[in-house]
């Protein structure tokens, strides 16, 4: 088993940029892929970015260029340095891991809101 806690949300204004932080606690060895999803309100939830345990990214068109996701294996961390924030990032951010065939884990969800 997995847990996931996100940290790092808040209000920022257009431009802005702010890091989330996700730590996993049990077993973090087992983990292959890491990443973030999000949900705007009244949407559907979202990809966001995603990182292999090689380091190889995977990023959505709409953050690519803005958005950097890292991990730290060995703490069973992954972050998310979010720059040049839209008014449409507004959104809960999810982390979700999972292992190789596993299923996913999935955080709580923390709160980004880009507002001027």
Request: proline letters at 3%.
């Amino acid at each position: 088993q997995v847990q996931l806690v996100e940290s790092g949300g808040g209000l920022v204004q257009p431009g802005g940029s702010l890091r989330l932080s996700c730590q996993g606690s049990g077993n973090i060895r087992s983990l292959y892929v890491m990443g973030w999803y999000r949900q705007a309100p009244g949407k559907q939830r979202e990809f966001v970015a995603t990182i292999t345990d090689a380091g190889s990214p995977i990023y959505a068109d709409s953050v690519k260029g803005r958005f950097t996701i890292s991990r730290d294996n060995a703490k069973g961390t992954v972050y998310l340095q979010m720059n040049s924030l839209k008014f449409e990032d507004t959104a809960v951010y999810y982390c979700t891991a999972a292992p190789i065939g596993g299923a996913d884990y999935w955080g709580q969800g923390t709160q980004v809101t880009v507002s001027s």
